[in-house]
Nanobody, 119 residues
C-alpha cells in the first residue's frame, strides 16, 4: 500500500518559517516528480511547488517564489518544503503529491497537514 505522510505543519506568526516533510512508503518515487499543493478554506486546491526526480529542476507558484524551497532525499524517499517569510494568505492544508506532470493531477496524494499563519 502506497502512503505519503506529511509532517511539520502548525501555527506560526507572519514572517516565520516552517519545514514540511513528506515520507513515502510502499514504493519508491526516485524516478518521479514530487511536490506540494495546498487548499485554503473555500478555495480550490492549488499547485505550490514541484521537484524533478533528480532534484535538478524545481518549479514554484508565483505566490511562493522566493519564499518557499522544495527539496528531496531519494535515499529516504522523502520530499521537503521549506517555507520562509510566511504570510496569513499561506494558511491552508498542504498536501504532498507524487508522480505527476505539471498542470495535471498527481497519481498519489498525502492526507494533508494544516499550516496556519497568524497576523
Amino acid at each position: 500500500q502506497v502512503q505519503l505522510v506529511e509532517s511539520g505543519g502548525g501555527l506560526v506568526q507572519a514572517g516565520g518559517s516552517l519545514r514540511l516533510s513528506c515520507a513515502a512508503s510502499g514504493r519508491t518515487f526516485s524516478g518521479d516528480r514530487m511536490g506540494w499543493f495546498r487548499q485554503a478554506p473555500g478555495k480550490e486546491r492549488e499547485f505550490v511547488a514541484a521537484i524533478s526526480w533528480s532534484g535538478a529542476n524545481t518549479y514554484y507558484a508565483d505566490s511562493v517564489k522566493g519564499r518557499f524551497t522544495v527539496s528531496r532525499d531519494n535515499a529516504k524517499n522523502t520530499v521537503y518544503l521549506r517555507m520562509n517569510s510566511l504570510k496569513p494568505e499561506d494558511t491552508a492544508v498542504y498536501y504532498c503529491a507524487a508522480r505527476f506532470n505539471l498542470g495535471a493531477l498527481p497519481d498519489y496524494w498525502g492526507q494533508g497537514t494544516q499550516v496556519t499563519v497568524s497576523s
